[in-house]
């Protein structure tokens, strides 16, 4: 059973940084570790709906991110750890939010379809971001 695990949230104010984690555990059905084709960041704001934040794919590490935090926000990987980073940088009020990591199994798919909740398999109980003006 896989289990994801985000932490580094917090209370900072407009500007500020944070760095969030996503650890990963367990092992997947195959009975491979958690190296998903793409772990996911994402994020849902007090009365809307769940939204992409970004995204890196497991073996190579290309990343792709939501306009709206593009040039803010980066995605690493720590592949030992099996364990996503999300540097958020230059925050702002309408980055707070619950933030999740979710892992995808699926293969093959564009960065567009991945942008979609339902592609991901695997998710963590989130970790809250509150940004203050």
């Known amino acids: 059973q896989v289990q994801l695990v985000e932490s580094g949230g917090g209370l900072v104010q407009a500007g500020g940084s944070l760095r969030l984690s996503c650890a990963a555990s367990?092992?997947?059905?195959?009975?491979?570790?958690?190296?998903?084709?793409?772990t996911g960041w994402f994020r849902q704001a007090p009365g809307k709906e769940r939204e992409f934040v970004g995204g890196i794919t497991w073996y190579i590490g290309n990343t792709y991110y939501a306009d709206s935090v593009k040039g803010r926000f980066t995605i690493s990987k720590d592949s030992a750890k099996n364990a996503v980073y999300l540097q958020m940088n230059s925050l702002k009020p309408e980055d707070t939010a619950l933030y999740y990591c979710a892992g995808s199994t699926e293969t093959g798919l564009s960065w567009s379809a991945l942008t979609g909740e339902s592609r991901y398999g695997y998710w963590g109980q989130g970790t809250q971001v509150t940004v203050s003006s």
């Open positions: 367990g092992r997947l059905s195959s009975g491979l570790p958690p190296g998903f084709i793409v």
